[in-house]
């Protein structure tokens, strides 16, 4: 986001689980690049200002470690994450 626009996270429930949306409206993430961002050290920002490992992080917490689900809808001015965790009781 470079600093500027807004950022939202919403909370609701989905059947058996529960979604949280983690919303922008910065720049989008190109089509193009879009089935790379989970994989470990892939970044677009410069050499020492990102490491890559934040989605391949919260990927592994949510999907290996939670049995969740990550998704990415994306375009200029509107970049959801959903996420996806099961509701266990
Ligand atoms: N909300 C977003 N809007 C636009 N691009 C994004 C967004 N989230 C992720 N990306 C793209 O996905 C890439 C990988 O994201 P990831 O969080 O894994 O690493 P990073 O942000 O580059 O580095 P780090 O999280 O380690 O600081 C980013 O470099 C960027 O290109
Ligand atoms: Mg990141």
Not at 9 to 14: D, F, K, N
Not at 36 to 45: A, D, L, R, S
Not at 64 to 75: N, P
Request: aromatic fraction near 6%; include cysteine.
């Amino acid at each position: 986001m470079n600093g500027h626009g807004e950022l939202w996270i919403r909370t609701s429930c989905e059947n058996n689980h529960v979604l949280v949306e983690i919303a922008d409206n910065g720049p989008g993430i190109p089509p193009e690049i879009q089935s790379h961002i989970f994989e470990p050290f892939f970044t677009t920002k410069g050499v020492g200002e990102g490491t890559g490992l934040g989605l391949h992080i919260s990927y592994r917490v949510v999907v290996g470690q939670h049995q969740g689900d990550i998704q990415v809808i994306s375009q200029p001015g509107d970049t959801r994450f959903q996420v996806r965790l099961p509701i266990t009781s």
